[in-house]
């Protein structure tokens, strides 16, 4: 039998679940007051106005390429600016309604004063859940979602039944059309839905799944059907920059960091919720799928390398972490504790870090001017694009330079940028955009991205061949390298062809398959400045970010001694016309570094690299290499 409660407990539940609508109250207020609208955004909407306009869903004029990460909200923003003219209102609107559908799911899930607190607190602290619950991205309609998929695993604790089940897997589907990257931390609560549905049978469970396959595997073959690729452009540009796995966990494990100064509340209580909901899972397992799913897409993120947006890809774990945490400790039953813990997340939110949730009335103008990024390139993109697109500080057009030079670019013309959202939106169909990033432009996708030690997460640049442009510009290939103009002639027939045409899934099937592999000189487009000497080396080489390569002479075992420039580290790539046989890292050391190395496997040369993240210096010298029995 559940316990009583006295008329006192009675009161004290009133009175916090008042306290509770004013949190709430004062919450909404934060949101409007912070409204704004990323520039990325502006990509989005470069594609939901060609739509409107009758050009199909493109990102430059005339090209089937899917620059947007998000199809559900793509999809929402093309019904709202229809309806209101503006996806920037539209944004704003869908934003604002998701903040408010959000809170009454909240309430409705946890229902008991003290978790409710809990979780308004973390809320109330966390800049992160505040910045983006507008932005004009997806992540207030994530988040709704989530949420909703909150009850939905409910409904399976309680009765594993289809109608459950299907709730379940049509959210799920949603939550994937709105980010396909949510895949991995909806795994562990699909693989628990399934266990509990067993006693249906596999003909019963699978019915009752099908909805929410369908329209997963719908888009995925429609977007396979009209753009050539089973997942968005940006996800090649942004996954296929060939940095090393260790390196982007190195810069995931930053962005985690950068967040914990930024905003400690939101990795505090995602990793805390992940935590605590898994100790829970006997007694609350809904709690430790929602820690499980918010651990998960945290490991996810480190390993991706994070974002350059600060907090942006913890939104899900925060939220997920906070019903967790509120779940999964029985103490925050009792109001007092919920309060104090409450009050204590929000001074930790307010108070420590550099920017508190309401700053917005008292930050410096013009707010872009400020720093607002970091040396591991991640920033606070809101402070940055407050005064040009905020609810009450910019509007729309937005207010910058970007903007101004979009609307100056005459039909026909190709102009290469590095930020292409709101220039490419401003341009409309007259021009087409060279993106460095390679978020919209699917040939530049298919390569990896200049090595450079100082780069920025979601910022790697292509590089861009001579005559590229002019390609563009005329539909004819004018790059001097037969393998670049082959493989463009693939990929134009993929994102310009007629979409049933022949040779068209000719060219995808060569893609898909690895067909088009051997068109890809990865040093050439990884190592623009590469540096070729022979050995031996006696007289000084300066080299950058894309190494020295020292011919060794017929193929063998190699054992040289080099001297380099000291005060950053190196890598040594033994290699065989071009591939990889030994790593060797060079320490780094006090000037000259003086280091033997050593290959068993036949190579043909040597190749030094700089390793050091964000060295003083962009050049560097190889002194000398010889043969170690020289």
């Known amino acids: 039998m559940p316990a009583r409660t006295g008329p006192g407990e009675q009161s004290s539940g009133r009175k916090a679940l008042a306290l509770v609508g004013l949190l709430a109250l004062g919450w909404l207020a934060l949101v409007g007051l912070n409204a704004w609208v990323a520039d990325d955004a502006y990509i989005t909407f470069r594609t939901v106005d060609h739509a409107l306009r009758g050009e199909g869903l493109t990102w430059n004029p005339g090209e089937r390429v899917q620059a947007y990460t998000h199809p559900l909200w793509m999809l929402l923003l093309l019904v709202g600016t229809a309806l209101l003219g503006s996806p920037w209102a539209a944004a704003l609107t869908f934003s604002f309604a998701g903040a408010i559908a959000s809170l009454g799911v909240l309430v409705r899930t946890l229902r008991r004063p003290g978790p409710l607190l809990v979780v308004f607190g973390a809320l109330l602290g966390s800049k992160t859940a505040l910045h983006y619950a507008t932005s004009g991205l997806e992540t207030p309609l994530l988040v709704l979602l989530a949420l909703l998929l909150v009850g939905a695993l409910d409904a399976i604790e309680a ?36 266990a509990r549905a067993r006693p249906l049978g596999a003909r019963r469970v699978l019915r009752a799944i099908a909805p929410g396959l369908l329209l997963v595997l719908g888009w995925v073959a429609f977007s396979l059907v009209y753009y050539g690729f089973p997942v968005p452009n940006t996800a090649y540009a942004k996954l296929g920059h060939g940095i090393p796995a260790g390196e982007l966990a190195t810069q995931g494990g930053y962005y985690v960091a950068s967040a914990a100064f930024w905003d400690p509340v939101t990795p505090l209580v995602a990793l805390a919720g992940g935590l605590f909901g898994l100790i829970s899972l006997r007694r609350r397992p809904v709690a430790a799928l929602l820690g499980a799913g918010a651990l998960v897409h945290v490991a996810y993120v480190v390993s991706v390398g994070g974002d350059f947006m600060n907090g942006r890809f913890l939104l899900l774990p925060f939220w997920w972490g906070a019903l967790a945490l509120a779940r999964a400790v029985p103490v925050f039953e009792r109001v007092p504790v919920a309060g104090a813990v409450a009050a204590a997340l929000f001074a930790l939110g307010a108070f420590v870090p550099e920017r508190a949730p309401w700053d917005v009335l008292t930050l410096e103008r013009p707010l872009a001017e400020v720093t607002h990024g970091s040396r591991t390139g991640v920033g606070d993109e809101q402070r940055y694009y407050l005064d040009a697109t905020g609810l009450w500080d910019g509007g729309h057009p937005p207010e910058h330079v970007h903007v101004r030079v979009g609307r100056s670019l005459e039909r026909g013309e190709v102009h290469e940028h590095f930020a292409v959202g709101f220039l490419g939106w401003a341009a409309e169909d007259r021009a087409y955009l060279v993106d460095a990033v390679a978020l919209g432009d699917a040939y530049l996708a298919r390569f990896p991205s200049v090595r450079d030690t100082g780069w920025r997460i979601g910022h790697t640049k292509r590089r861009i061949p001579e005559g590229y442009a002019e390609t563009l510009r005329t539909g004819e290939c004018h790059m001097s390298d037969p393998d670049r103009c082959a493989m463009w002639e693939h990929v134009r027939r993929i994102v310009r062809g007629p979409i049933f045409d022949g040779a068209r899934w000719e060219s995808l099937w060569l893609l898909h398959t690895g067909g088009l592999d051997r068109h890809v000189d ?36 190699a054992r040289v001694r080099a001297t380099l420039e000291g005060g950053v580290a190196y890598e040594a790539l033994f290699r065989r016309e071009g591939e990889v046989r030994c ?48």
Not at 525 to 530: F, K, Y
Not at 536 to 557: I, N
Not at 613 to 628: I, T
């Open 159 to 194: 009765a594993a039944t289809p109608r459950a089940l299907r709730r379940f897997a049509i959210l799920a589907g949603l939550l994937l059309l709105t980010r396909m990257d949510t895949l991995f931390a909806l795994t562990p609560m699909g693989l628990w839905g399934l």
């Open 522 to 557: 990865e040093d050439w487009w990884r190592r623009p400045e590469l540096v070729e000497v022979a050995a031996p080396v006696d007289v000084p080489v300066a080299f950058g970010d894309s190494g020295v390569a020292v011919a060794l002479g017929e193929p063998g075992p």
């Open 583 to 630: 790593r060797v890292p060079i320490e780094e050391g006090a000037d000259p570094i003086e280091v033997e190395l050593a290959c068993d496997e036949p190579v043909d040369e040597v190749l030094l690299q700089p390793t050091t993240r964000w060295a003083e210096r962009d050049r560097h010298q190889l002194r000398a290499l010889h043969p170690a029995s020289h």
